[in-house]
């Protein structure tokens, strides 16, 4: 299947469609991924913080069957392959965006399939806030809400931040994943020439920018991670 | 005042229920440095947090100033917690804020405006030695330093109690000593009372006034440091005081006078005491026990000396020891 792959008419051929459909293919998958990512973190995070604060011993103690709740439906999402939950949330896209296909329709599965995600990850973060920061704060009397806001989240951010970028490269993986079932982006244009189409040169090419888009998130997340990080800066 | 009145607290464990206070009654005037010490286990951390309620006690009631934090709504005992404020064994600074963010967290919290804040926290920066830190991170700092921050953020409130929960069980000699001395002087310049939880004697003796000896839950022995030095009664007491064993030496030394001095900062490490006094006043005395550490040019623990001879003798050697400054001086009777 790889014979051809250097031949002069499809290096031409491939040209072609590059300038013809990457740009727009690129654009398309940023803004997806980073849509659906700050949408599943504004969801995701204050899940988050309940799975912390709403615990027994947590500042915020919820009751449990709430906790129950909550931990049942991020497993039930968590569970079902990302694939099968996009056909499934069909309906949910249509009454949201008006139909199933396109780029923006796309992001409504991602959500839905990120911010349980999202909210473990920022559990993870804020189980590693020291909880005897978290006693001098009550010893000073912050009330629960003080001190979700002014000592577990700010100083866990530089962990928030890594998790968040794990959160957005999974989420462009997703966001590829979609171009199987009408999806846009880079994803879409691999998926359509290289598997409808047998033009294995354009699918080599959209998956090596989808490479370095990821290396491009990670390495950007990571560097604020550790710029954010002020335990950092000592001796 | 704080009045602790029959306080009990139990916890609930695997292995069943854990007694870790059972009915402990103490005063603490205001103004005093008091101290509760005990060996780990003894129940002082779960003590002091029963007195500002990070604990909620089993039974029994903390009151201050006639007030019972206890039976206060949450936002009440919030407020109150601003006037009894807190310092840690781990400094527990807020590692991604400033130093001068840290000292406005409490203000902060009680919706102090931010310029006042800032303005309050750098007087309190100036209090507590180390002004050029206001933009540092506490991880830049020593942890002598990152206890000055936290001090002076327990102090942005303008508590009425300072609690100090082993405030000094990560730091060095040294600087344990300058912690102290500055616990010392916020006591005296702003009044503040503080209660100091610690497992080392050196602590007691160098800052405390009166002290508390908890073991097993129970307070044991309570009394002035002084008195409880000279004549520890109880055996937590006694093994505190005497650290290595130095009671067990004195139960055979029968006949011999005992005295017990106590180095609270003498300048004394230059000194051959007790050679001096031999060739002064011809007074042999042997060491039975001693527990003393030099801290620059000065020395704090306690040396426990026998004296064979009448009472004229002892009494001039207990006249000699105490014209060096910042020595005391008591003998020991009621010992064994």
Redesign the interface.
């Known amino acids: 299947m790889f014979d051809k792959l250097f031949a002069q008419e499809t290096i031409e051929e491939t040209l072609r469609i590059v300038q013809n459909e990457f740009p727009l293919g690129i654009w398309e998958t940023v803004y997806v991924t980073i849509i659906a990512t700050a949408i599943a973190i504004a969801i995701g995070l204050p899940l988050g913080v309940l799975l912390v604060a709403g615990e027994k011993n947590g500042v915020l103690p919820l009751p449990k069957g709430v906790m129950q709740v909550l931990n049942v439906v991020i497993n039930l999402l968590r569970s079902v392959p990302f694939l099968i939950l996009m056909i499934m949330v069909f309906p949910l896209s249509r009454l949201i965006v008006g139909t199933t296909v396109g780029t923006v329709a796309s992001i409504v599965p991602l959500v839905i399939a990120s911010f349980p995600f999202v909210a473990r990850l920022v559990e993870s973060s804020l189980r590693e806030v020291?909880p005897?920061?978290i006693?001098?704060?009550?010893?000073?009397?912050?009330?629960p809400l003080?001190i979700i806001m002014?000592?577990m989240i700010?100083?866990s951010?530089?962990s928030l931040l890594s998790n968040f970028t794990i959160a957005i490269t999974t989420i462009l993986g997703y966001s590829a994943m979609s171009g199987a079932i009408g999806g846009g982006g880079l994803g879409k244009i691999a998926i359509s020439y290289g598997y409808n189409r047998y033009k294995y040169l354009v699918m080599l090419l959209a998956v090596i920018l989808l490479v370095i888009l990821v290396q491009i998130f990670q390495s950007v997340g990571t560097r604020l991670a550790v710029k954010?990080?002020?335990?950092?800066?000592?001796? | 005042m704080i009045e602790i009145r029959n306080l009990s607290k139990e916890f609930q464990t695997a292995d069943g229920t854990v007694e870790a206070l059972k009915g402990v009654n103490l005063t603490i005037q205001d103004g005093d440095i008091y101290g509760i010490i005990g060996m780990s286990g003894a129940g002082k951390s779960t003590l002091v947090r029963c007195i500002?309620m990070?604990e909620r006690p089993t039974e029994g009631q903390v009151l201050i100033d006639g007030e019972d934090i206890g039976a206060l709504p949450m936002a009440g005992?919030?407020?109150?917690?601003?006037e009894i404020?807190?310092i840690?064994q781990?400094f527990?600074?807020?590692?991604?804020?400033t130093c001068l963010k840290n000292i406005c967290?409490?203000l902060?919290?009680?919706g102090v405006s931010k310029a006042d804040a800032k303005k309050r926290a750098m007087e309190l920066l100036e209090i507590v030695g180390l002004p050029d830190k206001a933009n540092a991170?506490?991880?830049?700092l020593s942890g002598g330093q990152q206890q000055r921050i936290a001090i002076a953020?327990a102090l942005a409130?303008d508590p009425k109690v300072l609690?100090c929960d082993e405030a000094t069980s990560a730091l060095d000699p040294k600087t344990t000593h300058s912690i102290l001395e500055l616990i010392r002087d916020i006591n005296r310049r702003l009044g503040i009372s503080v209660i100091i939880i610690t497992h080392q004697m050196s602590v007691v003796e160098e800052i405390c006034s009166r002290v508390a000896i908890l073991d097993e839950g129970r307070v044991v022995e309570e009394g002035l440091v002084s008195e409880i030095f000279s004549s520890p009664k109880s055996k937590a007491a006694k093994r505190l005081v005497f650290p290595e064993g130095a009671d067990e030496i004195l139960l055979e030394t029968k006949g011999e006078r005992r005295i017990r001095v106590v180095f609270s900062g003498a300048v004394a490490s230059r000194e051959p005491l007790i050679a001096k006094m031999a060739m002064e006043e011809q007074i042999a005395a042997s060491i039975l026990g001693a527990s003393t550490r030099s801290i620059g040019d000065k020395a704090y623990g306690n040396m426990l000396l026998g004296i064979n001879g009448d009472d004229a003798t002892v009494r001039r050697a207990m006249e000699y020891l105490r014209s060096i400054p910042d020595v005391l001086v008591e003998e020991v009777t009621d010992h064994v």
């Open positions: 020291n005897n920061i006693e001098m704060a009550q010893s000073m009397g912050a009330s003080q002014k000592v700010p100083e951010v530089p954010s990080d002020k335990r950092l800066k000592g001796r | 500002n990070l005992l919030r407020k109150i917690r601003r404020t807190m840690f781990g527990n600074l807020l590692m991604q804020r967290f409490p902060e919290l009680a991170y506490p991880a830049q953020r409130t609690l």
